[in-house]
C-alpha cells in the first residue's frame, strides 16, 4: 500500500518561502504524477501543481510565479516551495498521488499538514 | 478555469436514505470526473474516478453518473459511516478543480 507524508515548518513568517517535503513509501516514484493540493475554509480544495517522476511540471496559474517543485527519486521524495507567502497561503497542505490511467485521478494522499503564515 | 459547482452545499439526511448530490461544470469535461469524500481531519479519499467507475473497496452503495457538464453522486442507502462531506474534481484540463463541498450532516 502506498502511503505519503507531509514533513516541513508549521509556521512560516509572511514574505517567507513555505517548503514542504513529501515522503513516498510502499512504491516507487516512477511512473506516476505527484501533486500537492491545499485546503483553506476560504478557498476550499485548490491544486497548487504536479511533477513527473522524470521532472516536468506543471502549476496552477493563480500561484505559478511563486511554486517550484522538485523530485527526488533517490529518496522517493518530492518537494514544495512557495515563496512571498501571506496569510491567505495558511491552509491544510497535502500531498497526492495522480494517476493518469483510468482518467486520472488523485488515488493516494499524505495525511495533510497545517502551515500557517503569521509573524 | 474550469468551474466545479455543487449543490446543494449540505443537505440532512436519515440513515437509509437515498442520497444525491449535484457537480456541473462551467463547460464540457467529457467524463474526466472525481468524487472524493472527506471526514473531519482526513484526506479526501477516492470514491469514484471517471464519472461512474467505483473505486476498489468503496461500498457498491456509492455510485457515480453523467458525462459533459453534469454529474451526479448517489449513495443508495445511507450509512453511518457516510456522514462527511463530498467533493467533485475535474481533470479534463489544468489547472484541476474542485467544487466547494456538499457537507452531509445527520437529520
Known amino acids: 500500500q502506498v502511503q505519503l507524508q507531509e514533513s516541513g515548518p508549521g509556521l512560516v513568517k509572511p514574505s517567507e518561502t513555505l517548503s514542504l517535503t513529501c515522503t513516498v513509501s510502499?512504491?516507487?516514484?516512477?511512473?506516476?504524477?505527484w501533486s500537492w493540493i491545499r485546503q483553506s475554509p476560504g478557498k476550499g480544495l485548490e491544486w497548487i501543481g504536479y511533477?513527473?517522476?522524470?521532472?516536468?511540471?506543471n502549476s496552477n496559474p493563480s500561484l505559478k510565479s511563486r511554486v517550484s517543485i522538485s523530485v527526488d527519486t533517490s529518496k522517493n521524495q518530492f518537494s514544495l516551495r512557495l515563496s512571498s507567502v501571506t496569510a491567505a497561503d495558511t491552509a491544510v497542505y497535502y500531498c497526492a498521488r495522480y494517476t493518469p490511467m483510468t482518467l486520472g485521478n488523485f488515488d493516494f494522499w499524505g495525511q495533510g499538514t497545517l502551515v500557517t503564515v503569521s509573524s | 478555469d474550469i468551474q466545479m459547482t455543487q449543490s446543494p452545499s449540505s443537505l440532512s439526511a436519515s440513515v437509509g436514505d437515498r442520497v444525491t448530490i449535484a457537480c456541473r461544470a462551467s463547460q464540457s469535461i467529457t467524463s474526466n470526473l472525481n468524487w472524493y469524500q472527506q471526514k473531519p481531519g482526513k484526506a479526501p479519499n477516492l470514491l469514484i474516478y471517471g464519472a461512474s467507475s467505483l473505486q476498489s473497496g468503496v461500498p457498491p452503495r456509492f455510485s457515480g453518473s453523467g458525462s459533459g457538464t453534469d454529474f451526479t453522486l448517489t449513495i443508495s442507502s445511507l450509512q453511518p459511516e457516510d456522514f462527511a462531506s463530498y467533493y467533485c474534481q475535474q481533470n479534463y484540463d489544468t489547472p484541476w478543480t474542485f467544487g466547494q463541498g456538499t457537507k452531509v450532516e445527520i437529520k
Open positions: 511533477i513527473y517522476y522524470s521532472g516536468s511540471t
Open positions: 510502499g512504491g516507487s516514484i516512477s511512473n506516476y504524477f
